[in-house]
């Protein structure tokens, strides 16, 4: 029997923050996550911001966590040595009808203690020339940035891993296991529909075996609804997937200076215009309802909806300069808020639930749980110290996530420097980015293995330019295979069933 | 090593190679090609097919021998060359950065510089292609050197999507070697490809052309597991009711080239919209005195031996410019794309420099004509030159070829008009 203090269920970058604040304590914690690597669902395609925080209901745990995690992003940056800039955002208003939803999101920023400022639409074409002419102002939060959101992710869980989680990809959670005592009870009280005493959870069931421990996290993003049923919380609950598409633009040919929200929608904040860490410009995304949590397709009406949107902000996009689509789903639900004025019921749940003991339940984690998350996991944290867990900070906890070296961030000087110290930094793979045998070679040996392509692509950025990998693929299967000591028929894009190649040629 | 010379090319295609001879040959005394692969021949060496050398040999050879002809002259003359080797950046002032595991980080300098980096493969994202992003979605050019390079099948069952040339010559490759292609969809009502690849590719093989139809989604997570075809209409919308779910573990995309000009945009080179590629005059030199292009990096051409040519004139001027130290692109006569052209390069002709044998303007057509059509070069409304075609398709390009004769009105004109009319 394999017995762990804590198993947390999900790697994004909620279960990521989780694990790796987890990971300062001295804690034997197993972290499981379904697919092949790490930061596959909701992290994985989205608008990159860290929000301010002025638009979250105030009262909410949303606006809770998204101001408190804002702050610490400059801190996670520096230890976990991934690009964070802090360059403030913008809410676009377009014609003066759409003024007074400046002054809203300001009253709300206001209430949160987020700093904002009103400007003219004048200032605004200022400091965005492309802008739609008829801006009539702009609610401006200066600190608000852009994160690359794969970065993030895997920094954290490779910290997490450094200072002793243990990460098992591809183990699927199918069901809970229950101090037997408990579970009898749990029948009975099924049976009289009543709310008795605690239930308690011991363990987790998965596709590999079953999984001991005294506490489990609930952190499965888009599954986390599925998560908690079969914990018996919160059956009233659903996660609606909500997917949004994107455009990237080319960046030699766009160039956005700032992050640009038009005003928001009921269902979301808008198809927005951004400039992103690695100089494209990004544009998305919609928000349609769907029923399925993997349909990650981009559709032609999506497409469309959301270039009419980017065009209401920055007329002069062309469709001709857009280098890549793509869709992401945001894991919302239907949470009430406890601590909101108004009648609020998307709230992020972060909770030890009063019936079932051993469980840390966290859900409806879309936007902002991104810029939320490193709050989330202090909340966890202080949830489980609330509950008596004993959290004891190891000495040799290491906050520091070494970065690997970046060859094209590098000056002339350096590359050379590093080309001499490895020379298989000096061959180029992905002639678009600019990323070197040296690099994807590091990441395959690295404290999380990237071991297909979509993993090497989230870490090195290979294969995202003009040509979307047509020139770096068959390279790149050729370095998997070479370095997993595989044959090239068995590399995948993002797992099993995905390989790239069917069969050998004929002789 | 040595980091200064009179002519770097850029790329070892069929461009690059025939450029660097000519320049040697020409008077450059050193003249260095520049190649991130780890072979001389571009392209050329993944296209087994036969068709290349028709006009430049009179012979039909397949594209790796087309290209070593090319190779072994560069060699024996003494043309140097780095392989395995990227270049990251090209200033204005023709220093090039260059990268490679055996030679570090170089800085190169070159009196002369051309780009020959030829072209890339239009993806689904520029064509905005619906569906989920699984294993088995890949361009006919990336598939194309999995097979004959690498020697891997990417698929068993495959529909392609585009009429372009590498599609067709893929359809043809895959069925010899064991797998089933569906059908190749075309959005356009007719064909972008040449029209002998439609017979020698897909007629010969029963492999069926849709016109008009395109693939309205992408199905399958993992790995592509079917498409859902549908026919459009003339404005190229799906037409309902036409969807049809094609079962396939590959899609293949020959849905169009782009010149590769990165590089040629760090360099300060003012690229024509239509094309993609660079302004060039007649000699393919650029804005940027001292710095060429040739071949698909200017315009997309459909045979290899357009791209010769072009090669060896810029490779010719490129020397000429080192011996006779003429560097500013001359104020010549623009050309301008007339009735039913989508373009004409070069895009300006220096009548200084029209003293070679003959001047070929090359232009590809808007739409097809089915019909005996007469290709015009006017100044106004005088007709400077003209020839007679049966037919103007857009996927096959037409040259019109300038004589010495026609060289005085030439170097009169205020501009030179193409244009495809009717006869």
């Known amino acids: ?20 604040t987890l990971s300062r304590y001295d804690l034997d914690i197993l972290w499981i996550e379904k697919e092949s690597d790490i930061c596959t669902g909701a992290t994985a395609a989205n608008s990159a911001i860290v929000h301010g925080g002025y638009d979250a209901m105030p009262g909410s745990l949303k606006a809770k966590m998204n101001i408190a995690g804002n702050a610490m992003w400059d801190q996670l940056a520096a230890e976990l040595q991934f690009p964070f800039a802090r360059t403030g955002t913008y809410v676009v208003a377009i014609g003066a009808e759409e003024l007074a939803a400046l002054d809203e999101l300001k009253r709300r920023g206001d209430a949160g203690g987020v700093p904002t400022e009103i400007i003219s639409g004048a200032a605004m074409r200022e400091r965005e020339p492309s802008i739609n002419a008829e801006v009539s102002g702009a609610l401006y939060c200066p600190t608000g940035g852009i994160c690359d959101p794969w970065a993030a992710t895997i920094a954290a869980a490779e910290n997490a891993v450094m200072n002793g989680v243990e990460l098992r990809l591809n183990t699927a959670f199918e069901d809970f296991i229950w101090d037997s005592e408990s579970a009898n009870q749990r029948i009975s009280e099924s049976a009289n529909q009543g709310i008795g005493e605690t239930s308690k ?14 506490w489990i996290i609930n952190a499965a993003g888009l599954f986390a609804d599925e998560v908690m049923h079969k914990a018996g919380v919160r059956p009233e609950f659903h996660i609606t997937p909500r997917r949004g598409e994107y455009y990237v633009m080319d960046r030699i040919k766009v160039q956005i200076n700032n992050v640009l929200f038009p005003v928001p929608s009921k269902v979301s904040k808008g198809i927005l215009v951004t400039t992103t860490l690695h100089g494209n410009t990004l544009v998305g995304p919609n928000a349609k309802e769907i029923a399925d949590k993997t349909d990650v397709a981009v559709t032609a009406e999506g497409m469309r909806e959301i270039w009419d949107g980017a065009q209401k902000l920055v007329p002069g996009l062309s469709q001709r300069d857009v280098i890549a689509t793509f869709a992401g789903l945001r894991p919302g639900g239907n949470a009430p808020c406890i601590g909101c004025a108004t009648p609020y019921n998307k709230d992020f749940i972060i909770e030890i639930p009063e019936n079932v003991a051993g469980f840390v339940n966290l859900g409806g984690m879309e936007s902002p749980a991104l810029t939320a998350a490193p709050a989330i996991a202090e909340r966890v944290v202080a949830l489980l110290q609330g509950a008596g867990v004993d959290l004891r900070v190891k000495a040799d906890w290491n906050p520091i996530r070494p970065a690997r070296p970046v060859f094209r961030h590098l000056d002339r000087k350096a590359q050379a420097a590093l080309i001499a110290q490895d020379s298989r930094y000096g061959r180029v793979i992905c002639r678009c980015e600019t990323v070197t045998e040296g690099e994807i070679v590091a990441e395959i040996h690295a404290p999380i293995p990237a071991t297909t392509y979509d993993a090497i692509k989230r870490r090195t ?5 003009r040509c979307l990998g047509g020139f770096d693929m068959p390279r790149v299967v050729d370095i998997l295979a070479r370095e997993l000591g595989v044959a090239p028929l068995s590399v995948s ?15 | 090593m040595k980091t200064t010379y009179d002519v770097i090319v850029i790329g070892s295609g069929p461009g690059g190679l025939a450029a660097a001879i000519a320049a040697k040959k020409g008077g450059a005394d050193d003249v260095l090609v520049l190649e991130r692969d780890i072979e001389l021949g571009g392209i050329l060496l993944q296209c087994i097919h036969s068709g290349f050398g028709l006009e430049t040999f009179k012979e039909d050879l397949p594209g790796p021998s087309y290209a070593q002809r090319f190779a072994d002259e560069a060699k024996a003359i003494g043309v140097e060359y780095l392989l395995d080797t990227m270049v990251l950046d090209v200033t204005p002032d023709r220093r090039i950065f260059v990268t490679s595991s055996r030679g570090g980080l170089l ?20 064509i905005r292609l619906p569906g989920p992003r699984p294993a088995g979605v890949y361009t006919a050019g990336t598939a194309q050197r999995w097979v004959n390079v690498e020697g891997y099948m990417p698929g068993k069952r495959f529909v392609i999507l585009g009429s372009g040339d590498i599609g067709m010559i893929m359809a043809r490759r895959l069925t010899f070697e064991g797998a089933k292609v569906e059908g190749v969809l075309e959005v356009m009502p007719y064909l972008t490809g040449l029209s002998r690849n439609y017979v020698q590719c897909l007629l010969d093989f029963d492999i069926p052309l849709h016109l008009s139809h395109t693939v309205k989604r992408i199905i399958g997570k993992n790995r592509v597991e079917a498409v859902e075809a549908v026919a459009v209409d003339e404005r190229w919308q799906p037409i309902p009711g036409t969807e049809e779910i094609i079962p396939c573990d590959t899609l293949l995309l020959s849905v169009g080239l782009i010149p590769e000009n990165e590089l040629s945009l760090k360099a300060g080179v003012t690229l024509d919209p ?18 060429y292009a040739a071949g698909n990096v200017v315009h997309v051409y459909d045979l290899v031996d357009w791209v010769t040519q072009a090669g060896i004139t810029a490779g010719k001027r490129a020397a000429q410019q080192i011996t006779n130290g003429k560097w500013q692109m001359a104020n010549g006569v623009p050309t301008q794309a007339g009735d039913n052209v989508r373009y004409v390069v070069p895009h300006k002709v220096n009548p200084e420099t029209l003293t070679e044998d003959t001047l070929m303007l090359q232009m590809r057509v808007t739409r097809p004509l089915e019909q005996p059509v007469r290709i015009e070069v006017r100044d106004g409304e005088t007709v400077i030159a003209s020839k007679n075609e049966r037919y103007v398709r857009p996927g096959e390009m037409v040259n019109l070829t300038l004589r010495g004769r026609d060289y005085d009105a030439v170097r009169q004109a205020k501009s030179l008009t193409a244009a495809v009319v009717p006869r």
């Open chain 2, 107 to 126: 800085e190169l300098h070159a009196r002369a510089i051309i780009m020959a980096m030829g072209c890339r493969e239009r993806t689904r994202a520029q």
């Open chain 1, 1 to 20: 029997m394999q017995q762990y203090d804590i198993i947390i269920i999900g790697a994004g970058i909620v279960g990521s923050m989780v694990a790796r």
């Open chain 2, 274 to 291: 239509v094309t993609g590629g660079p302004y060039v005059d007649d000699g393919f030199q650029t804005n940027v005195p001292g710095i």
């Open chain 1, 201 to 214: 959870i011991v363990g987790v069931k998965t596709n590999q075996g079953d999984f001991y421990a005294r």
């Open chain 1, 493 to 507: 894009k993002k797992g099993e069933g995905s390989e790239f190649l069917h069969r050998r040629t004929k002789a």
């Open chain 1, 461 to 465: 950025w290979l294969g995202t330019g």
